[in-house]
């Protein structure tokens, strides 16, 4: 099974960019994903270095959380995020980074 077939099913690239490009439309909207994004993204190896480096703990954990701040505040601006289907995905993104990167956050803040 090829990578792109794990991660999109049998609906093509195009069709995934297509579907993110109707809806997300609102000009602020994809402000806040263009830096939310990158945020996110960067914060997760700066969570293994953490530890190594005194002091640095707060620079990834604020990256992620300005991060899910953006996209949040992104999608509630666009009008995608008003079900409790999307605040329950939204809990379960947050809960899942906590239990991957719970260890590394206590090892930072002790």
Known sequence: MSRSHFLFRDVSMDTWVDRYEKSHRNP????????????????????LIAPLVRGFRKIPLSLF????????????????????????????????AYCVFGPFISVCFY
């Open 28 to 47: 602020i909207n994809r402000v806040f994903h263009t830096f939310g994004i990158p945020m996110i993204a960067v914060s997760i190896p700066l969570f």
């Open 65 to 96: 959380t300005a991060g899910w701040i953006c996209q949040v505040l992104g999608h509630l601006i666009e009008g995608k995020f008003s079900g409790r289907s999307q605040l329950t995905v939204a809990l379960s993104i947050w809960c899942g």
